[in-house]
């Protein structure tokens, strides 16, 4: 059963860090690219960051470009996003999940809060 468990959101000052972890297990990642998606009240579900497992390839949403990371450590099976510079407007569910193939995701995790006070 292939589970993504997500932990490190809550609540944090504007200009603030978080660092989100994204456990990965129940099956082989190798080929998958792995994403953090976030989704603010009242909006639609977007990309933050996405990266490929096995090259580590990244692309950054417009919005997250020169404050989040991605990151993996395929040792431990698990997928991070470093937030720099947080401000009220990324406060939403962040989401990890993997995909097979482009525009495709086929697992999700259930979400951790992120909350930035201004």
């Known amino acids: 059963q292939v589970q993504l468990v997500e932990s490190g959101g809550g609540l944090v000052q504007a200009g603030g860090s978080l660092r989100l972890s994204c456990a990965a297990s129940?099956?082989?990642?190798?080929?998958?690219?792995m994403g953090w998606f976030r989704q603010a009240p009242g909006k639609e579900r977007e990309s933050a960051a996405t990266i490929t497992w096995r090259g580590g390839i990244v692309y950054y949403k417009d919005s997250a470009k020169g404050r989040f990371t991605i990151s993996r450590d395929t040792t431990k099976n698990t997928v991070y996003l470093q937030m720099n510079s947080l401000k009220p407007e990324d406060t939403a569910v962040y989401y990890c999940a993997a995909g097979d193939t482009p525009g495709t995701w086929n697992y999700w995790g259930q979400g951790t809060q992120v909350t930035v006070s201004s």
């Open positions: 129940g099956r082989t990642f190798s080929t998958y690219r």
